[in-house]
T-cell receptor, first 109, second 116 residues
């Protein structure tokens, strides 16, 4: 079957760094996405990885290892507004997205 | 404003009733996706349309149906509503293959349905 795993909830401190992991088992691979979703709001696109390695975009970076079926989202210099759910999604062989359940990130002062 | 417009924002109705949710994609986007998100749950893919044709179907109940019209707006019809249908319903659109941003879904603000 196809499966995406990410931690249900994480807590971090304002100003710190947090890494949110995502492991996947899918039929084929055509890219991995990270989205941010504040409670009650729409998901918004953060990053897209299709090749192995690290993609950096400001305070956020995303890493992919296709051989390990693994990705992480790294958030630096955490701000209170980063409190949100972070969704990992993989595009499989049929080009449809398979979504993880999301990781709820709680930022404490 | 993401460019994807969903109406209504909120809807309260009773069990057994029927509702229609509407979505207008970003200008130029041909693909429309519908998702359901129950409280504290992940996104559940319902259905995708591309330029008026059904492209993919997910966990969509038989009581639910959708269509995409020639002007590319889409409607999701939910009938014989049950308490468990209470959720946020998101519409998303994406650019056509080969266009910039074709891989990325842009979501609307959602329609919150409450079934009493």
């Amino acid at each position: 079957g196809q499966n995406i795993d990410q931690p249900t909830e994480m807590t971090a401190t304002e100003g710190a760094i947090v890494q949110i992991n995502c492991t996947y088992q899918t039929s084929g691979f055509n890219g991995l996405f990270w989205y941010q979703q504040h409670a009650g709001e729409a998901p918004t696109f953060l990053s897209y990885n299709v090749l192995d390695g690290l993609e950096e975009k400001g305070r956020f970076s995303s890493f992919l290892s296709r051989s390990k079926g693994y990705s992480y989202l790294l958030l630096k210099e955490l701000q209170m507004k980063d409190s949100a759910s972070y969704l990992c999604a993989v595009r499989g062989s049929n080009y449809q997205l398979i979504w993880g359940a999301g990781t709820k990130l709680i930022i404490k002062p | 404003d993401s460019g994807v417009t969903q109406t209504p924002k909120h809807l309260i109705t009773a069990t057994g009733q029927r509702v229609t949710l509407r979505c207008s994609p970003r200008s130029g986007d041909l693909s429309v996706y519908w998702y359901q998100q129950s409280l504290d749950q992940g996104l559940q893919f319902l259905i995708q349309y591309y330029n008026g044709e059904e492209r993919a179907k997910g966990n969509i109940l038989e009581r639910f149906s959708a269509q995409q019209f020639p002007d590319l707006h889409s409607e999701l019809n939910l009938s014989s509503l049950e308490l468990g249908d209470s959720a946020l319903y998101f519409c998303a659109s994406s650019a056509s293959p080969g266009q910039a941003g074709a891989n990325v879904l842009t979501f609307g603000a959602g329609s919150r349905l409450t079934v009493l």
